[in-house]
């Protein structure tokens, strides 16, 4: 990306004690991009800020499905030998998201699977 990134790790917080933070410059995601980020930490707060000053919010949601992000960890399915982008249905039970590969349909946590790069 051309966008200026800024990551900082272990951040003192007010309210949660410790956070991290991911700061993208002259750059607003998009719902989806916002949704998608739900996966990775289900308790991220997305905001909007212009002038020093947080203008927005973003309201967040479990997406239903995420296409090429993950890894299937069944060696038999069928996105190891083909050329296909992985698929998985995304659901949360309780604190746990389970992702579900479409295509050899078995389930995983999260944190079991795999993150492309």
Known sequence: SEHQVTIGLNLLSK?????????????????DEANDIIVFSPHATINIIQNYKVVA???????????????CLNPTCITH????????????QGKKIKLICHYCENQFDRDQVRVRI
Request: aromatic letters at 6%.
């Open 15 to 31: 309210c949660m004690g410790r956070k991290d933070l991911i700061k993208i410059e002259t750059r607003v995601l998009s719902d």
């Open 57 to 71: 919010k973003l309201k967040t949601r479990l997406p239903e499905t995420m296409r090429a992000h993950f890894i």
């Open 81 to 92: 030998s083909e050329d296909i982008a992985s698929l998985f249905y995304i659901s949360q």
